[in-house]
């Protein structure tokens, strides 16, 4: 039992770490900037679930998943900085679509506002930042670790679904902390955090070419 609750805590930890979910909480605010309680809460809880399902079909069927079709976890990394840094790079110079014209009335404007808010649910929330290959490679060594074992299998699951509902949490209650920054340090953060995700995804580019060629 003893060996399973340390499992269990070491793997939360990794998982915690990796994914960061205080550190997800403003760039979650600023991609989602404009979109009201309801629509972040929604593409909160989709983009936790796909990021679980996503985080599961690995842990269970491993390295073999990628390897199956010729891609390795360097490759993985490598795109997911990629596409990463394209999103920093949106929050970086705030390329968004203009307010559609000629609206009637207040509730027309609120919901052409809504119309320009993107789902980023799927992407990048719950790929690559939740699910991403740092969180992918940490739930396949976790596993392989306890290969043969599936109550310390089980124990690896069990806190990544814990590290997820975490972030679930966390992200629930993104629009109360938006309330109390207001909308200037929002848009401030929201430059920063798009320096920091680009830098986060040169890293992640780097990483991966530096496992690729065995740097």
Request: hydrophobic letters at 60%; glycine letters at 8%; aromatic letters at 6%.
């Amino acid at each position: 039992m003893a060996d399973l609750l340390a499992t269990y805590a070491t793997a939360l930890v990794a998982f915690l770490v990796i994914v960061d979910p205080l550190g997800l909480v403003p760039i979650f605010i600023a991609l989602t900037r404009g979109a009201d309680q309801v629509a972040r809460q929604r593409m909160a809880l989709k983009a936790t679930l796909i990021a679980a399902g996503v985080l599961v079909a690995f842990a269970l069927l491993g390295e073999n998943l990628l390897t199956s079709i010729g891609i390795g976890i360097p490759a993985f990394r490598i795109a997911g900085g990629i596409l990463l840094l394209l999103v920093a790079l949106e929050m970086v110079f705030e390329r968004r679509s203009q307010r559609r014209e000629n609206t009637a009335g207040h509730v027309a404007e609120e919901r052409a506002v809504e119309e320009q808010v993107p789902d980023i649910s799927v992407f990048p929330l719950a790929v690559p930042l939740l699910a991403g290959p740092g969180a992918i490679t940490t739930v396949i060594l976790h596993m392989g670790a306890k290969a043969g074992s599936w109550p310390g299998q089980l124990a690896v699951l069990s806190a990544l679904l814990t590290s997820i509902l975490v972030v679930a949490i966390a992200l629930f209650l993104a629009s109360r902390l938006e309330r109390y920054l207001g909308a200037t340090l929002i848009n401030v953060f929201s430059r920063l955090l798009g320096l920091l995700l680009a830098a986060l995804a040169v890293q992640f580019i780097i990483d991966g070419i530096k496992r690729a060629f065995g740097l």
